[in-house]
């Protein structure tokens, strides 16, 4: 079930204190057509008919499934895709003409592989003074 709040004129805050900061913009002549264009492009009258409310749905199958006793709905599970894996910055390169394997550049040594391996002991630095130590309560 869902509900709706209606509020009254008085109830309502004055939107003009939230775009006080807010300064006019100047509108570029060809953008202001282009944008008029799309919408009238995209414009059409709306039919109701067309949508579908998935979740009103799914209840009414519900309560219809509970009051006759019926098996609870399941949902349907997704269907399985065709599980080849494409790799969107390949598909760009091969696009722009360059193999993107081909470009990679490699990586930058370890710090480990640029300096010989060092035999034997290493030096261990001693602890700071105090850092060992617990204040008592």
Known sequence: ?????????????NQNGYFRDTKDAEINKDSLELAEALIAKRSAKFDLSKFEDGYEVAVKKLVEARINHLAV???????????????????????????????????????????PARKGIGLVKAPAKGAGKRKSA
């Open 1 to 13: 079930m869902m509900a709706y709040t209606l509020r009254y004129q008085s109830e309502l805050r």
């Open 73 to 115: 709905p399941k949902d349907e599970s997704p269907k399985a895709t065709s599980g080849k894996v494409v790799h969107l910055m390949d598909v760009l390169g091969k696009s722009l003409g360059t193999d993107r394997a081909a470009a990679k550049v490699p990586k930058k040594p370890v710090a480990s592989e640029r300096t």
